[in-house]
T-cell receptor
């Protein structure tokens, strides 16, 4: 499984756009990139997943360059409730894979008023 | 996505005792996983529990310390045995399931069990 590297922490203010970049230089051809959000005292929650280019849902956007060696999670207009730890994971999510998720250290995002 | 009920949500236990954590899923899933999250740290995979076979443990985790049961496709238990203060952590179960109409698998996590060993 590809190892991921993220900033340990980030600070932002309400209403700003936040971009969290994750490096995964050894990503394999079959690997997908998935981001999870974890609030204190809760389990991680799926945010977004992608393979290449750009993916957008109601919560975030995920930008993946052509070489797929990095990815950027973009949170538009963050609020105080977006304060959480964000994990970038890389692995196979299709049938027949080993199936387990390996978590890196994550990025602790603090949103201030 | 699947809905997971994990019990207990928290417990304080005496050293040397054991605690069994339950994970109930609202639908049948093949793969279930148990993670540990120590204070301020990321999640570490303990083992993968598949129905009909013995659990597969990650390096640093052994069956005698963390026995796992998987009696059916909706339920699993993790026991933390002969506890010491170093076992104080949050323990989470997770399931992998493909939603209808999706080509990929999604992972859902329980809310965790906060264990304190005194």
């Amino acid at each position: 499984l590809a190892k991921t590297t993220q900033p340990i922490s980030m600070d932002s203010y309400e209403g700003q756009e936040v971009n969290i970049t994750c490096s995964h230089n050894n990503i394999a051809t079959n690997d997908y990139i998935t981001w999870y959000q974890q609030f204190p005292s809760q389990g991680p929650r799926f945010i977004i997943q992608g393979y290449k280019t750009k993916v957008t849902n109601e919560v975030a956007s995920l930008f993946i360059p052509a070489d797929r060696k990095s990815s950027t999670l973009s949170l538009p207009r963050v609020s105080l409730s977006d304060t959480a730890v964000y994990y970038c994971l890389v692995g196979v999510v299709e049938g027949g894979s080993q199936g387990n998720l390996i978590f890196g250290k994550g990025t602790k995002l603090s949103v201030k008023p | 996505s699947a809905v997971i009920s994990q019990k207990p949500s928290r417990d304080i236990c005496q050293r040397g005792t054991s605690l069994t954590i339950q994970c109930q899923v609202d639908s049948q899933v093949t793969m279930m996983f148990w993670y540990r999250q120590q204070p301020g740290q990321s999640l570490t995979l303990i083992a993968t529990a598949n129905q009909g076979s013995e659990a597969t443990y990650e390096s640093g985790f052994v069956i005698d310390k963390f026995p796992i049961s998987r009696p059916n496709l909706t339920f699993s238990t993790l026991t933390v045995s002969n506890m010491s203060p170093e076992d104080s952590s949050i323990y989470l179960c997770s399931v992998r399931k493909r939603d209808r109409g999706s080509v990929n698998y999604g992972y859902t996590f329980g809310s965790g069990t906060r264990l304190t060993v005194v």
